[in-house]
């Protein structure tokens, strides 16, 4: 899981929302037909307790009747662009069809000829910013930053990021990393100062240093890194993590103590993935009915019971397409309405500002 969670990259600071007219396309008899004659497809680095891939690819299987051939399941994005440039001639169980990566891996890989564009049937649901316009990578799902709260120790949870500077969360808020090198951890000191900077991306850096010099002072801060045994425990009652690891801590931890995930009312920073088909797929119909399963309503909801917000998570539930027992288990849809997916390029600076200067200016070594 650990390598999976290197790979969170962020998208853009402006989602926009697709059109929320249903999409029911389904693949062509065509596609099934070639797909089932190829027989295979051959993934790459999908764990299955990774965003409920176990159960979205017993659902392919069972759904189209091909074989899927796993490749090392805790592989990183960096392995999966080095299966395919490794294997481009070869035809065998060792060449990947497809591959799920960290945004940035989707524009090198196709300035790179590694990838080939394929726009499934419900291309026009999936926000213009969460793909490449060409079809050669898109979004497949997200999280967003979340607080993590043990209810028996945390009587009023906090709403909103100012509100952990309140005295009554006295050294009770972790991160879920160190903050000089843990992308979860300087996603979360970013979307505290996002919060503090109304939304100004170029500043939240910085104020999300502040914001923790402040959290610290006011003895808040817990220098330990967050772990569902940590929030048992009472070291760490609030944590800030990405939702889908809030989510899986709570079921973890079955009720003993009762948890609550809460995503914030500002400063709502999301990470996504991107799927992507090899230029060089020994299969690339299969690929191809992959792609169109997991873009499916059927996919998608997959993805959310395993805790990943689906790319198509808007569009689904304003279609009213999620199932309510799922539904029950997430924070508010609404809640996700506002998440900001920065850039590449604001990612890079604001890592800098945040590394670089949490030992000068927060001064907490995490561990």
């Given at each position: 899981m650990n390598t999976r969670?290197?790979?969170?990259?962020?998208?853009s600071t402006a989602m926009v929302i697709?059109?929320?007219?249903?999409?029911?396309?389904?693949?062509?008899a065509e596609l099934i037909a070639a797909a089932k004659k190829e027989g295979t497809l051959t993934t790459i680095a999908l764990p299955h307790d990774w965003c409920g891939y176990g159960g979205v690819i017993e659902g392919f299987k069972a759904k189209y009747g091909l074989k899927?051939?796993?490749?090392?399941?805790?592989?990183?994005?960096?392995?999966?662009?080095?299966?395919?440039?490794?294997?481009?001639?070869?035809?065998?169980?060792?060449?990947?069809?497809?591959?799920?990566?960290?945004?940035s891996f989707g524009p090198t890989a196709k300035a790179d000829k590694?990838?080939?564009?394929?726009?499934?049937?419900?291309?026009?649901?999936?926000?213009?910013?969460a793909k490449d316009a060409d079809g050669y990578w898109y979004g497949d799902y997200y999280g967003v930053m979340a607080f993590e709260v043990n209810k028996?120790?945390?009587?009023?949870?906090?709403?909103?990021?100012?509100?952990?500077?309140?005295?009554?969360?006295?050294?009770?808020?972790?991160?879920?990393?160190?903050?000089?090198?843990?992308?979860?951890?300087?996603?979360?000191?970013?979307?505290?100062?996002?919060?503090?900077?109304?939304g100004d991306a170029a500043k939240a850096g910085e104020a999300g240093l502040n914001f923790f010099k402040e959290l610290?002072?006011?003895?808040?801060?817990?220098?330990?890194?967050?772990?569902?045994?940590t929030l048992a425990q009472g070291t760490t009652p609030i944590m800030l993590?990405?939702?889908?690891?809030?989510?899986?801590?709570?079921?973890?931890?079955?009720?003993?103590?009762?948890?609550?995930?809460?995503?914030?009312?500002?400063?709502v920073v999301a990470g996504v993935y991107v799927q992507a088909i090899s230029a060089y797929a020994p299969h690339p119909n299969a690929a191809k009915l992959w792609m169109e399963y997991l873009y499916s309503d059927e996919g998608q909801i997959g993805w959310l019971k395993g805790y990943c917000h689906p790319i198509r998570f808007n569009d689904l539930a304003k279609n009213g397409k999620i199932p309510a027992d799922v539904l029950a288990k997430l924070p508010d849809p609404k809640a996700y309405e506002q998440a900001v997916f920065p850039t590449l390029a604001q990612q890079d600076e604001y890592k800098k500002v945040i590394t670089e200067g949490w030992d000068k200016v927060v001064g907490a070594s995490v561990k």
């Open positions: 969670l290197r790979r969170i990259l962020s998208l697709a059109s929320s007219t249903f999409a029911a396309a389904e693949p062509s899927v051939n796993e490749l090392n399941p805790d592989a990183g994005s960096g392995d999966e662009i080095e299966a395919i440039k490794a294997n481009k001639g070869n035809t065998g169980d060792q060449a990947p069809d497809v591959i799920d990566v960290g945004l590694l990838i080939q564009p394929y726009k499934v049937s419900t291309w026009d649901s999936i926000p213009d910013a028996d120790l945390v009587k009023n949870p906090p709403k909103d990021w100012a509100d952990l500077l309140k005295p009554e969360y006295a050294n009770m808020v972790a991160l879920g990393g160190d903050p000089r090198t843990a992308n979860q951890a300087i996603s979360a000191v970013f979307a505290a100062g996002l919060s503090a900077a109304k610290n002072a006011k003895g808040n801060f817990v220098p330990v890194v967050g772990k569902p045994a993590r990405w939702d889908y690891n809030a989510l899986a801590g709570r079921d973890s931890l079955k009720g003993n103590p009762p948890v609550d995930v809460i995503v914030p009312a500002s400063g």
